[in-house]
Structure formats: C-alpha cells, structure tokens
Nanobody
C-alpha cells in the first residue's frame, strides 16, 4: 500500500533554513503530483508548494522566493528547501501524493513539525 513519510522538521531560529523530505513507498506506476501543505494551530491547512512529474510548480505567495520544491522521480521523494524562515512559518508540514492510476485519490503523510523561534 502507498505510504508517505516526512522528515527534516525541527526547531530553527528566524532566518535559518531546513530541508524537508517526503518519501513515498508502495508506488508501482509512478507519480503524477506531490505537494507540501502546512497547518498552524487554530488555522486551516494551506498549500505551500506543489510539483508535477513534469516539473510544473506552484507556490503560496507567503513563501514565494524563500522555499523551493523539487521532485526526485527515481527515488519517489519530494523535497522542500526552506530558507529565511519566519516565526509565522511554524506549522505541521505534510506531504501529499497523486498517482497516475488513481488521480481521484490523494494520499497524505502524518507530517513533520517545524518550529521557528528564537
């Protein structure tokens, strides 16, 4: 079965950097789309960045220019490079996945916590 496992979160000072990783397992027919979302306490989950297997990307305005998403199709892994982190970036970051054979289904990981604080 398809599983997603995120890693790379932690405590970082404002202005610092982190790189998040999400590895998908149980995939036999490739990836159509992977993305990163975040949810802060008391707020709705929001899209941070997404990428298709063809390399098309989209970013939330709040992080544009600071974060970069990338996809390694061979390793079934999506990354989120996070630079110039701000306290308002503090959230649980989760990745999601759509595969070509089930494009009506979205898979989610459990998330990795990012805390930006001095």
């Amino acid at each position: 079965q398809v599983q997603l496992v995120e890693s790379g979160g932690g405590l970082v000072q404002p202005g610092g950097s982190l790189r998040l990783s999400c590895v998908a397992s149980g995939i036999i027919s490739g990836i159509a789309y992977m993305g990163w979302y975040r949810q802060a306490p008391g707020k709705q989950r929001e899209l941070v960045a997404g990428i298709t297997n063809g390399g098309y990307t989209n970013y939330a305005d709040s992080i544009k220019g600071r974060f970069t998403i990338s996809l390694d199709n061979a390793r079934n892994t999506v990354y989120l490079q996070m630079n110039s982190l701000k306290p308002e970036d503090t959230a649980l970051y989760s990745c999601n996945l759509v595969i070509p054979t089930k494009q009506g289904t979205t898979y989610w990981g459990e998330g990795t916590l990012v805390t930006v604080s001095s």
